[in-house]
């Protein structure tokens, strides 16, 4: 065998991208309930009135916060694919029952903030909230899944923006903290593996980030990763055998040209994005390169107790996603060169497949990506997302034929198998979007990641039902043999 007979198998999931029900059961607003749809080519847009009370629109960011003076505001002409996403607040019996066909012996889901906490400190626990989770994680454990949940997946109340403007402000750490308390004292004995923050890097400055806002984001990083410090060390206090581990976005880069400039961009490219982050939660300090980086962005506030949280609160294990790859350089390309990305857009690359979004398939990648994590750490490694986003319906037999993403995961999970035989230590594996959900990037219900589709679309259009794609049948099988046969 080549996984070990105690491997994690399942698929992840978000609140904010599955749950719907936005604002029912005492849950409070989230800023993706502002948002609609995008396309293959463009992003997600959040709705709000401006300060001369004018409907206006921008791109949504992960933390994301209105300018100055504008206010949050829904209106009745535009659709907004969060308010019912596929509607898991009252299908997770259902949903859950088809996780446990597959065979999963975990699922990662993410706990709103706004359900359990919807106004913050000041406005108490929601315990309907509470309610809904803990018969979640109840079922979950009786299908015999072993749960890994996120706390944090860019959806806090909007109502925290409001009250302390956000991330800029250390007041959210202790909302953080105390949000972290509330679930690890409720969900102890149902949840024993957490992840504090969900990508957290993913608002580190990229290439084309206006500087203002790389110097805001390297202020909110650091508060955000001293909140998750502080999480961490509560949750080893209320329990020690609790493992509470950090969540990275995955990177994986390769330079254009032999030029040791473009060879020097791919790995500075890496600490900036993947290590700055990565290192300092499971090292339990920031790295010596964060040098380079606040000469360019500015130097967070940083304090004595700042360091020894971050020392106390280290991550027992890493969590991290991969998607794709990308490329970089420092000369000059063409327009038509470029191609999509997870979060930033880069350089298409000759010898890989995109899918429409142009994301560029790489399992190769993968494999190679989990050999620098697993060297670089010497941790407990989880993957709890990788998965392919493709424009899918039924077809007249009513059933979705995914060859793409049989195709996918079959890759992926071939290399990551090679990886773990040559030593690399992952002890599970999540696929992104089990069920058909609402992409982060674009907000469309129309980029399916699914083994089970769900019936709605960018327009709402559709009748939220469920049915098993051929993905399915096959992941259960993959998970049935232990990752044996992937055929
Ligand atoms: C990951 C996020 O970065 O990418 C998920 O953690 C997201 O929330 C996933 O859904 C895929 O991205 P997208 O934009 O296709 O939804």
């Known amino acids: 065998m080549s996984f070990p007979k105690d491997f994690l198998w399942g698929g992840s999931i978000s609140a904010a991208q599955i749950e719907g029900a936005w604002n029912e059961g005492g849950k409070s607003p989230v800023s993706v309930d502002y948002c609609t749809a995008g396309s293959t080519t463009g992003r997600r847009e959040i709705w709000y009135l401006d300060q001369n009370g004018q409907k206006a629109h921008k791109m949504w960011e992960p933390v994301d916060e209105l300018p100055e003076g504008c206010q949050y505001q829904l209106f009745d002409d535009l659709h907004y694919t969060n308010h019912v996403a596929s509607d898991f607040y009252h299908h997770y019996q259902e949903d859950l029952a088809l996780m446990h066909e597959m065979g999963y012996t975990t699922f990662n889901t993410s706990i709103s903030w706004a359900r359990i906490m919807p106004y913050g400190i000041k406005g108490g626990v929601n315990q309907e909230g509470v309610e809904f989770y803990r018969h979640v994680f109840t079922l979950a454990r009786e299908y015999g899944m072993d749960p890994v949940i996120t706390l944090y997946k860019y959806d806090e109340p909007v109502s925290l923006n409001e009250q302390h403007g956000g991330w800029r402000n250390r007041a959210m750490i202790d909302e953080f903290v105390e949000f972290a308390r509330v679930c690890f004292t409720e969900y102890k004995d149902l949840v024993n593996k957490w992840m504090t923050f969900n990508e957290i890097n993913i608002i580190m400055p990229q290439t084309d980030t206006p500087l203002e806002t790389a110097k805001r984001n390297i202020i909110y990083l650091h508060n ?112 038509d060169d470029t191609t999509g990305g997870n979060v930033l857009g880069t350089i298409k690359n000759p010898y890989l497949e995109r899918n429409e979004w142009g994301w560029q398939i790489d399992p190769v990648g993968f494999k190679h990506f989990l050999h620098i994590i697993n060297d670089r750490y ?71 990641y699914g083994f089970v589709y769900v019936d709605m679309d960018d327009q709402g259009n559709g009748d939220l039902h469920r049915s098993r794609k051929d993905s399915f049948y096959w992941y259960q099988k993959v998970i049935k043999s232990n990752g044996e046969d992937l055929d």
């Open 224 to 335: 955000q990763l001293v909140a998750a410090a502080k999480a961490t060390i509560v949750a080893h206090e209320i329990d020690a055998n609790l493992k509470v581990g950090a969540m990275i976005c995955g990177n994986m880069n390769y330079p254009l040209t032999p030029d040791p400039l473009d060879a020097l961009a791919t790995y500075e490219r890496f600490q900036d994005f993947f290590g700055y982050s990565a290192d300092t939660q499971m090292r339990g300090y920031y790295p010596p390169y964060a040098k380079r980086i606040w000469a360019q962005y500015g130097k967070p506030e940083i304090t004595q107790e700042d360091k020894d949280i971050l020392m106390k609160g280290k991550s027992d294990f890493l969590g991290f996603s991969y998607y794709a790859s990308g490329i970089v350089t420092t000369h000059e390309i063409e327009s």
């Open 378 to 448: 010497n941790a407990p490694l989880f993957d709890v997302e990788n998965g392919i986003g493709l424009i899918e319906t039924e077809d007249e037999d009513g059933v979705c034929h995914d060859p793409a993403r049989i195709a996918y995961h079959k890759a992926h999970i071939q290399c990551m198998k090679e990886a773990v035989e040559e030593g690399v230590n992952l002890f599970g594996y999540t696929t992104w979007g089990c069920i058909d959900l609402v992409s982060a990037g674009t907000g469309q219900m129309d980029k399916k």
